[in-house]
């Protein structure tokens, strides 16, 4: 086969002529070929000169018939809903007969004539539709073929699962169902708009596009906008592509081009071998009819018919059974499918007061739950349960039960989503026994899976998988393969937070191939999205990105803004993680700027704090501070129980940093009662983490130390492999910093074997650099070396560019230690450029301030005193003040080194005040031992003794008699005392 460039539409034509004739062709037909027999299109509508709009399309119509203004209707019919969900919305609501009617009307036109012929003379021995219309059955009839005789029509799901494609027989399949089986069409409909495509479908698809014994595919009047349809089948097929001459109307140019070459609402990009053929299909249908058709002469046939008036029929009929109120109610569930909250709560609540005046109790009921599920989606839990609450009263006194267990349901959402997980199981568990007891299978599956989710959100993995595993084995019984994927997602999410990484990958997996299998785009980004997850787990954060990106992709193209949103703040954390905080930052601002056009306050509570963790690896305190304040406000506000411990701990990791630890600790304090309120003991586990450290900072070690074992416990007990290892890391520190060299030990290999089983690359690599720092305290600096080169390595490998940055500093603090103050300087300079490169101010500090220290040994005191300097500057513009303190000390050193005491008492009491001020007692103790020292130097040996046991006092019991430090203030003391002896 030639290019496409090659080609003009009259040789394809010529070409497809000659495959007809050797009946290698078939046809896969859309709506487009009935607009000239007088049904509508999908969309449309024509603007006349005077200004005003005329709809001629379906939707538009529909649309119109609501009240709808015309911006309305542009931005439904301009979103990414489908039309099998737009219509399953107005059969759930409505009386559909009138409106099904309407593919009754009309005559054949001159394309289903040809079409029949074709048929007719064995040029096509299959033609598949997605039409409900019966248009190619009357031009059949009337070439004189009889359904069920000379030809097989297939509408039924059951009946395409066994089609004897190997017979030869003419068929015609109808893919989507038909209009003579309504009940059939509106269960295909209803999956099709639930994202529930069927095998037997699939089968038909395959057969068409890959499997059959045919050439190639004509594809005519189809608009490729069936997203959770066709399309996602379509594109499932990997190999053997059909050759596809895809033809689409146009009056106003005529050439060819490569299948693959449009992005947008082209389920074909992969078939290589494939035509689109841009001309006026009336004319191509004419030169198949000279040739196919020698009796009877061309005529292009046009018809009207009374569609409209069969829409009307249909408002009028909703109006009388549903009252006035129906209509607010189905615009209000159009809205809420394409995720614009304002408008859908602005229908739902015209509707609400429809009801209310008309003393309709159903229409009220409805509504109220309407407004319950849309202010839950945007985040506002409380006034979403008020509106479940006050609908709960209505359908028990209408003695409503069905109704009344999936308002239980919802109001059990609105509890677990705020953390409140008590209340959450009590409404489940409630929902639950009514589905049991009125024998609906799907409901109890759904409660099921809910409740169980529950009991994974709290940390009882054992109790949680139980539940949701009974949940997956109903949704296999009832084939429900869209729930299925749903809880085998949900056991991949449990296993990922217990580090079980194999396992999670495992469990996403299987729900992708389900929701790639049924054609599920939402399932499918959800699946590709948490395998990102684990993966960016285990540090591999190239592939995480791929994966965040693919899931992206898909929520742009079926328009899923809440997904949207959410895969973007996935890759915004993994550029955090990955220390690149300028493109965090803009990922972060794309999501929150979805979050708060669509009225989400959870999402936009959740992005302000990941805007607030940006800020403070920039060193920000200040703007973090603002972001994280604003975050708790929303949590509060909307009454999210887990995001307000979450934004507590943040604020009180800021004011920890700006110096107030007491108040700090009174937020870290006030996140763990909330975590061990709602229940939730992985939340607690992190949150007796911080704590831990505070304690640590406090200089308080048997309280860290207390709160570590407990935190090392719950993590145990919970199976939380992950939180188990970064524990196991605290613990060490502490051991460490206590000079229990052997125990500390103990616990950094403990976590790097848990590191290495559950594959966390960024873990392994933190405990690889805990050990290397152990063993260059005691001065086994090969070791210290090896453990920090692998360490290093592992950062580079995966691309963690903070990791690197820490690692390279370990690198630099060990030359130091062993005297090599080039390699030193080299290391330092290396994680200093990494840590300017992601605008890590906090870092750029240390390492300006571990510079100095090369400059301060190699005696060269200018260039010691001006990364010193830079450093203090840098600490102070980003409010740090721990940095300003330790920046201070060291300049108090060099000032002492050359004489200059009263510059150096200077710098040291000023660091010493700010240790003071943050509570910081090994700090406090450092600044008074090197005050001690000036102290030696003056001769002032009383106040150097004075100040040294002072010291020895705050340092001895955090660090023990063993440490460097302690020995060398103990050697400076007994100096002061020789000689004042």
């Known amino acids: 086969m030639g290019s496409p460039t090659t080609y003009s539409v009259s040789s394809v034509v010529a070409e497809l002529i000659e495959s007809l004739g050797r009946s290698r062709t078939v046809i896969f037909a859309g709506a487009g070929i009935s607009f000239h027999s007088g049904l509508p299109l999908v969309n449309g509508r024509w603007e006349k000169d005077d200004g005003t709009v005329e709809y001629t399309g379906l939707v538009e119509s529909v649309l119109e018939r609501l009240s709808m203004p015309d911006a309305e209707i542009q931005a439904l019919t301009g979103s990414e809903l489908p039309f099998e969900a737009f219509m399953e919305t107005l059969q759930n609501n409505s009386d559909m007969q009138p409106i099904y009617e309407i593919f009754e009307l009309g005559q054949p036109n001159t394309t289903h004539k040809m079409l029949a012929k074709l048929i007719s003379q064995g040029a096509v021995k299959l033609l598949c539709t997605a039409n409900f219309d019966r248009l190619i059955e009357k031009a059949l009839l009337e070439e004189g073929w009889e359904e069920g005789q000379e030809y097989e029509v297939i509408y039924r799901e059951e009946d395409m699962v066994t089609i004897p494609w190997a017979d030869g027989r003419p068929r015609l399949v109808k893919i989507h169902g038909g209009v003579q089986d309504p009940q059939g069409m509106a269960i295909t409909l209803g999956q099709i708009a639930q994202k529930r495509l069927s095998e037997a479908r699939l089968q038909v698809v395959k057969h068409l596009f890959e499997t059959g014994g045919h050439d190639q595919v004509l594809v005519l009047g189809y608009s490729s906008s069936d997203v959770f349809d066709l399309t996602p089948q379509i594109q499932s097929i990997e190999q053997n592509h059909k050759r596809v001459i895809y033809l689409e109307h146009s009056t106003e140019e005529s050439r060819v081009e490569s299948l693959e070459t449009r992005e947008w609402k082209n389920p074909f990009g992969r078939f290589s071998d494939s035509l689109r053929v841009y001309a006026n299909t009336d004319e191509v249908i004419e030169q198949l009819w000279a040739v196919f058709e020698k009796r009877e002469p061309y005529e292009l046939r046009h018809q009207k018919t ?211 299998r049924i054609g599920d785009r939402d399932q499918e980004a959800a699946n590709l999205g948490s395998l990102g997850r684990v993966l960016n787990s ?151 983490r911080t704590l831990g450290n505070a304690f640590v900072s406090l200089g308080e070690m048997d309280r860290a130390q207390n709160h570590f074992l407990r935190a090392l416990e719950l993590s145990r007990q919970i199976g939380d492999r992950a939180w188990e290892a970064k524990t196991l890391g605290n613990v060490g520190n502490l051991s460490e910093n206590r000079g229990d060299f052997s125990e500390a030990q103990r616990c950094y290999e403990e976590g790097l074997r848990l590191a290495r089983l559950i594959g966390s690359r960024p873990e392994e690599g933190s405990h690889l650099g805990s050990l290397g720092n152990l063993y260059a305290r005691q001065g086994n600096y090969d070791s210290a070396h090896d453990y920090y080169q692998e360490a290093l ?134 600044h008074l031992g090197n005050l001690g020292c000036v102290a030696l130097s003056r001769k002032a040996f009383l106040q150097a003794a004075d100040l040294s046991e002072r010291s020895l006092a705050i340092l001895k019991p955090m660090l023990g008699d063993q440490h460097k430090d302690i020995q060398e203030i103990e050697a400076q003391l007994h100096r002061a005392r020789e000689k004042l002896e």
């Open 306 to 516: 009374s569609w409209m008036g069969h829409v009307d029929e249909w408002y009028e009929t909703m109006r009388k059974e549903r009252g006035d109120s129906a209509s607010a109610g189905v615009a209000a569930i159009l809205f809420l499918q394409i995720a614009d909250y304002g408008k859908a709560e602005k229908y739902f609540q015209k509707g609400l007061s429809i009801a209310q005046a008309t003393e309709n109790l159903r229409g009220e009921e409805d509504h109220l739950t309407g407004l319950g599920i849309v202010r839950l989606s945007q985040g506002f839990f409380r006034r979403g349960r008020k509106a479940f609450e006050r609908a709960l009263l209505i359908a028990r006194e209408a003695g409503n039960r069905s109704s009344e267990g999936a308002l239980l349901g919802n109001l059990g959402n609105s509890y677990s989503h705020q953390g409140m997980y008590d209340q959450a199981i009590e409404h489940y568990s409630a929902a639950l026994r009514l589905a049991q007891d009125l024998g609906e299978v799907g409901a109890e599956g759904s409660r099921l899976g809910n409740l169980g989710g529950v009991y994974l959100n709290q940390g009882d993995f054992d109790r949680g998988r139980d539940l949701v595993n009974r949940a997956l084995e109903i949704s296999k019984e009832t084939g429900n393969k869209s729930e299925e994927a749903i809880w085998l997602g949900n056991l991949g999410s449990s296993f990922r937070a217990q580090g079980d990484y194999g396992r999670a990958a495992e469990a996403f997996q299987k729900a992708l191939e389900i929701a790639r």
């Open 793 to 926: 390595k592992i950062a580079r490998a995966i691309r963690y560019r903070e990791g690197e940055a820490r690692h390279l500093g370990n690198l630099g603090n060990l030359w130091m230690g062993r005297g090599d103050l080039k390699r030193a300087r080299k290391h330092y300079e290396q994680a200093l450029d990494i840590a300017r490169a992601t605008r890590n101010r906090s870092g750029e500090a240390a390492h300006l301030g571990n510079l100095g220290n090369v400059f301060f040994e190699s005696k060269d005191d200018d260039q010691a005193r001006i990364h010193y300097q830079q450093a203090l500057e840098l600490a102070r513009a980003i409010g740090d003040k721990a940095g300003q303190s330790h920046h201070l000390g060291n300049l108090g050193n060099l000032y002492e080194r050359q004489g200059d005491y009263d510059q150096a008492e200077h710098n040291l009491e000023q660091g010493l005040r700010i240790a003071r001020e943050l509570g910081d007692p090994f700090g406090e103790g450092f």
């Open 538 to 688: 285990q540090g591999n954060y190239d592939r995480a990105g791929g994966l965040y990106q693919e899931a992206l992709d898909i929520c742009q193209e079926i328009g899923s803004r809440g997904g949207e949103g959410r895969w973007l703040a996935n890759l915004g954390s993994l550029w955090i993680e990955r220390g690149d905080s300028v493109r965090a930052t803009a990922y972060y601002r794309q999501a929150l700027e979805i979050a708060q056009s669509s009225g989400s306050a959870a999402d936009e509570a959740e992005l302000l704090g990941n805007l607030g963790i940006v800020e403070m690896n920039r060193g920000d305190t200040d703007q973090a501070m603002a972001f994280y304040t604003q975050a708790l406000e929303i949590a509060r506000r909307i009454g999210d129980r887990v995001k307000e411990g979450n934004h507590l701990r943040s604020i009180g990791t800021v004011l920890d940093l700006q110096g107030d630890r007491e108040l700090a600790l009174k937020y870290f304090e006030e996140a763990l009662e909330i975590a061990r309120q709602t229940g939730d003991r992985s939340a607690e586990v992190g949150h007796l």
